[in-house]
């Protein structure tokens, strides 16, 4: 035990010897947290948009007025020439092209459905659906608010209901990706420093040849990797609270559920980290080689845990494969207590799956390790 | 050393106390290349015993042996009584152990290096207190005491690190190539430790390539493709061969092939 201490306080001392590394272990939650919650965004603002008004009537106008007045689009320009709207799809002048019909403003009067015409540009996919998604639901808001104010038209369609579907969107009402981001970069963070260095941290102590020199000394394979794992977890647990202050105060996000169960989780979730960062340690010979096996499979894990990508809209193999992700369970149990409060029983299937993932490779991991140390 | 396992080493020993390390055909073969090939041998207590050889001939991969390491694929050697299959860690507390490559972490103060490996061996917080303040005083570090180790030079961290591997006053001491990149000056300086670490009774066991070292050995053994060609003391092999130095003997039982590899 006593050895244990020892060895903790020595990592202590190199660690904060080094004024980069307390640096970086402050700059790279909030530079993530920044970059990555800004930028990997779905959400679809300031879409250029090109309207072609065939009617020019005060209705259209009122029609139009409607998308110039939401962040969601910008309106580049008013397109006389229809022929010409694909050109400007094509050079990238606007995303999105509306062509209200000649009659829009008769048609509405005289009871018959206008067709208004939208032209996307799909290359990016997402975004595109987004934006007509929003489309949508403007135009329809237009026709709700059409058949209240006008009294001549509302007679004939007093009896008419517009029956439509309003989805709410609960712990996220304004469908913001960053909210939904967000927890998962704490788990990204999590992530990156206890593999990194928990596996460059032993592979150094092999360069350098004090691992050697520990080797022969009377200290226990088990107390040399608790002397590693220690800090390195403990640190780990400094960066959550760190991103968890970062994201209150950049986002204004507090954690909706149990501090404690998600502090018990992310225990759970570093036995795999940690376990990977041990074997990586066993099969490299240089900090450079831990690194690059590090990535290799931090990149896997990242892309397989749903943190840009829908599982669910991945190929079924693909979607078997992140089963074998430790990091997919832990980004569903975060995002549920980060945003909805969700208590322990309705995560029990990720935990179990989690703490199953953690046990082996922690212990395939040790156990390779003291066979190779031998 | 006050701790339990101090007491457990003690009432374990069994064999000839008087012999610090014996080998009987001690082999070690990683594949199919044989590195160390039956090599035996005796060292007595208070004894500077000297492993010559050219790189490769075999004596890190026995000293690795002797520390409990690397465990032998034949054959039996024990050290302090101990045997290195069966007891590994009796003999890493009773062993002392520096090597080639300079094992003090260069990011840590003098004074913590002392602290951290006494705190490994299980001294206990006074006991490492007491044995700071001797060791700055003995390597005249004490106005360096703060001092990053990386900014020492060579000659003093090898002082260090041998002084270091000396914390919990092991009966034997395994110097591994201990001076290796040091200028002749901090050379001598460096056994002339070892003389005094002999003097005060511990078994000193060290590698080397250098001829000049192998002069300074009580006794030494010749090493060369895994095999001990020659054992004696410095004297009796001169007279045996009837040459003047050990770069000669070396030279005449090895033959040229090693030459640029034995270096003066």
Redesign the interface.
Known sequence: M??I???V??EF??IF??RSMIAALFFVPFIQLVILGNAITTDVTNLDLIVTDLDRTPMSRTFIERFTTTEYFNLVEVEEDYQALRGHLDNGRAKLAIVIPKHFQRDIVTGRHPDVQALVDGIDGNSAGVALGYMARIAEQHQAQIIRMDPMLGRPLREARIVHAEPRYWFNPELESEVYIIPGIVALILLIITVFLTSMGIVREKE???L?????????SMQLILGKVIPFSILGFVEIVVAMGFIYVIFGIGVEGSLWLLFGESAIFILTTLGVGIFISTISETQQQALFVGWFFMIFAILLSGFFIPIANMPDVIQYLTYFNPLRYFMVILREIYLKGTPLHYLLPETLAMAGFGVAVFSAAVMRYRRII? | MQND?AHEVANQRQTDPDLAVSARELTKRFGRFTAVDGISFDVRRGEIFGFLGANGAGKTTAIRMF???L?PTAGEAQVAGYDVRTQP?MI??T?G?M?Q????????TVA?NI???G????LTRPQIEHKTGLLLDELNLRDRRDT?TQSLPLGWKQRLALSVSLLHDPSIIFLDEPTGGVDPISRRNFWRIIYEIADSGKTVFVTTHYMDEAEYCGRLSIMYQGRIIEIGTPGGLKEKYGLDTMQDIFVHLVGGDTRKEAKQ
Not at chain 1, 212 to 220: G, K, M, N, S, Y
């Open positions: 006593q050895r201490l020892y060895l306080q020595k001392r190199q010897r080094d350098i040849g004090t050697e020199q520990l080797l022969v000394t009377p200290i226990r031998k | 396992f520390c409990g390491l465990p860690r890493k507390q062993i152990y090597s490559k300079f094992s003090l972490y260069e990011d840590l913590q602290e951290f490996y705190g490994i061996y299980g990053l």
